[in-house]
């Protein structure tokens, strides 16, 4: 079982975010980059699947800060192979130039199974996983929670609103959006992180395309704003019944 | 791999790491550690049966269950032994150290660990913000990134006092008394990353390394005299841990470092404060590094103050439960053992009939207040910090001192 876990950096939301200059876009300049919280699940599952019933795990991610971090922990747990995509995205990331600058290199891999986090906080143009798929020709499950392979077939769960679970055949090569791995993702000391970066390789590719055609143009990013549309009704609890009435009169709901 | 290379590797570990580690060989199976072990009772592998597992080549049992987790670190076991085994910071933390490196770790511990690593606090709290609580305190606190002035102290402020919204009072109250001693004092601010210990004695040796070095390489960037610290457990790593690391500099409690005071805190203890109090003396200020009599000669200069002692009291000291990663495994400990180690302080305290419990560490706060919330007749018990009495003594109804 070949599995490639495709993990995206984003803006780790411990810290402020501001909105920079052009008034369109995150201020980058003292934002931190974290894994997405769904791709160290999906990682997660991909190291369940391998510790199960064997395989190849590799982790490809974009050359951001923090990347290295995030592969060499991916090692740590028991990843393969590390990639690490190279390019220039100081004018952003979206998930339309993602999934095709991807797709070409996880052609080459060969998966039979690609796995990557549902979504993520900074999907502005919808998820990673979709569009990865449709670049693959692959089929795509989402909200996954569960996966079992046997037999180069896999069963997944997979959830859906009102706490209902469906179990599907999936055919594979395929690609999943996992929700959570089945178990919490591990904690690996900083010592075994630290062997492993003295032992393991970042394998570098070039984005060979970075379309980002498709992905919606952001006219103004802003922080919430506050409106002035509430009134606060004050007084005793009469006061406030026959004002309240009154409103509705008003409104013509009474 | 072998049971045996196992062992023989694990007893070279705990012998290289630990001073007089070599002494665990010593151990006369008088089982006094496991019987003072405050969670004794549930450890399954108390550490007498640890050393007993490792001599009968069943090491590896005792690493396939979680109830080491218990292990508060809090270093009875350690002062009863009559082989002067260290048994807190050598067995019990290198066992943790193979737990966790097994990925049998519970995952609320996770949590802080891979916190620490992320943001050097245990909180997840932002590193830029490390000095927040400062805002608004006048005159301003220095910050020696920005200042770059040479200092006669810094203050090492730790995790809790910069973050907890409970334990910032302990360290505004600490800003008043060095002002009003007029001591030249600065913090490290975002600089500053956690301590560690905790971390270490929950088995994370090297996160606690990677802490380390990251406060050796801010220490060095500065010129001060000498360090003091709010925490118990940053005092205890930057006297015995840090130095093997190389980073050494003179450290003291903030205690001790009053104490030297005493003189001068004298007069200015105005107020009297009429409370009968019972001091509970933190495991890494007492039982690790003999510090007893200095918290209470402050708390005796206090004027009204009468000071009574629990059954455990100095060495035989109990633990509030927060020690060697407890103050992050709250959910797994209440699990094994219904039973909170801060509720049976409590419970002490108001035996003696204290009314209010002084701690002079920052887990001890949260965490007695939290158990005074539950015990029968406890609401009327306050938590307060040394350093909270000592301001409440000199400021006058105004808060002016």
Partial sequence: MNIVVLAKLVPDLVEELTIDASGAALDMTFARLIINELDDHAIEQSILLKERSGGQVTVITLDLEGADDVLFTAAAKGADR??????????????????????????????????????????????????????????????????????????????????????????????????????????????????????????????????????????????????????????????VATKLVGIFKEFGVL | MSTEVVEQSFYEKVLEATPRGERLRLCLECGNCSGICPFGYLMVYPPSRLIAALRADRFEKALSTDAIWMCVSCYACTAVCPSQIPLTPGLMARTKEELLLAGNVPSELQNALANSQRYGNPLGESPRKRADWTNGISPEIKILGKTKQPVDILWFVGDYPSYHPRVQSTAKALVKILNALGVNFAILGPEESSDGDSQRMAGERGLFEMLADKNGK????????????????????????????????????????????????????????????????????????????????????????????????????????GGGGGMWLDGFQWEKAHTRLSEWRVREALSVGANVLAVACPYETPRFEDAAKTVQGAAQLKVRDIAELLVEAMENERGEI
């Fill in chain 2, 218 to 321: 801010a220490f060095s960037k500065y010129q001060f005299n000498e360090i003091i610290t709010t925490d118990p457990h940053a005092y205890n790593a930057l006297k015995n841990e840090y130095p093997r690391l190389g980073i050494s500099y003179p450290v003291r409690h903030y205690t001790t470092f009053l104490a030297g005071y005493l003189d001068q805190i004298k007069p200015l203890l105005k107020s009297e404060v009429k409370a009968k109090i019972t001091y509970h003396d933190p495991c890494y200020l007492g039982r690790a590094n003999g510090i007893f009599e200095e918290p209470r000669a402050l708390l005796e200069a206090i004027p009204g103050v009468e000071l009574l002692e629990m059954t455990h009291n100095h060495t035989n000291s109990l633990c509030c439960g």
């Fill in chain 1, 82 to 239: 590390l990639i690490k995509i190279k390019g220039d995205f100081a004018g952003g990331v979206s998930n339309h130039a993602l999934a095709r600058a991807c797709a070409t290199i996880v052609k080459e891999l060969q998966p039979d199974l690609v796995l990557t986090g549902v979504q993520a906080h900074n999907d502005i143009d919808g998820s990673a996983g979709p569009l990865l798929a449709e670049c693959l020709g692959m089929p795509y499950v989402g909200y996954v929670h569960g996966i079992a392979i046997s037999d180069g077939k896999s069963k997944v769960l997979k959830e859906y609103p009102g706490g209902l679970v469906a179990e599907l055949d999936v055919v594979l090569p395929a690609v999943l959006g996992v929700q959570a791995s089945e178990q919490p993702p591990r904690y690996v000391a900083v010592s075994k992180v630290r062997q492993v970066m003295k032992t393991s390789k970042i394998e570098e590719r070039s984005a060979s395309e970075w379309d980002a055609n498709g992905a919606p143009i952001i006219g103004r990013m802003f922080q919430p704003e506050a409106s002035t549309h509430a009134t606060m009704i004050t007084g005793n609890a009469d006061d």
